[in-house]
């Protein structure tokens, strides 16, 4: 698989017992919105930044949809939607980047073992709304990433990142055989980010 070849294949998503992953549309603005802003004490953490901001709206989401998906069929990055097994109801997103992304080649990145950050296939994002953080959604849906990331898709050198400071999503990847690998820190933005391979 090949972040830079347009025209490759790219797997259509994931079905599991549990939830489903399909690439998001901006169609999925609403059901987004509502997962967004349930989770956006959490999600200000993971993006060091205001973002989502209170007064966010469904219609400022839906632009932000528009790129994504664009994104997406221009195989410059990939974002999926996590939904309910009957595709209803939005349960978090996931986030897949090559090492090239812009915010990527602009971070100051620490290597904390013998890994090199060229080396890297694909680097994973992932949240799950609050209310799905309860019910322990993040542990099956790392799961089934780790093994959907490397079957479906081929990448080989995967690593999944986090912030420091979301503790469950950082205790939840430190307790798996993954490895810290890296350090990363975005320009303007005060936490340090964990990538874990």
């Not at 956006?40 to 966010?56: I, V």
Request: hydrophobic share 45%; proline share 6%; aromatic share 12%.
């Amino acid at each position: 698989m090949s972040f830079h070849d347009p025209a490759g294949p790219v797997p259509d998503g994931l079905t599991t017992e549990r939830f489903v992953l399909r690439p998001i549309v901006a169609d999925d603005a609403e059901d987004d919105y509502a997962a967004v802003m349930e989770s956006r004490a959490a999600l200000r953490l993971w993006e060091q930044s205001a973002w989502p901001a209170d007064d966010f709206t469904v219609e400022a989401n839906r632009a932000d949809l528009v790129g994504l998906q664009q994104r997406h069929a221009e195989h410059r990055a990939f974002t999926f939607t996590v939904r309910d097994p009957e595709d209803t109801v939005c349960l978090g997103c996931v986030y897949l980047f090559p090492t090239t992304a812009t915010f990527l080649a602009k971070s100051a990145v620490t290597p904390l073992a013998d890994d090199a950050w060229q080396d890297v296939d694909v680097f994973a994002y992932f949240w799950v709304r609050s209310s799905q953080l309860e019910a322990g959604l993040d542990a099956p849906l790392l799961d089934a990433l780790r093994s959907w990331l490397r079957d479906a898709w081929g990448f080989e050198r995967i690593v999944f990142v986090t912030n420091e400071q979301l503790e469950q999503q950082a205790g939840l990847l430190a307790g798996t055989d993954l490895g810290l690998r890296f350090e990363l820190r975005e320009p303007g933005k005060p936490g340090t980010y964990l990538v874990f391979g």
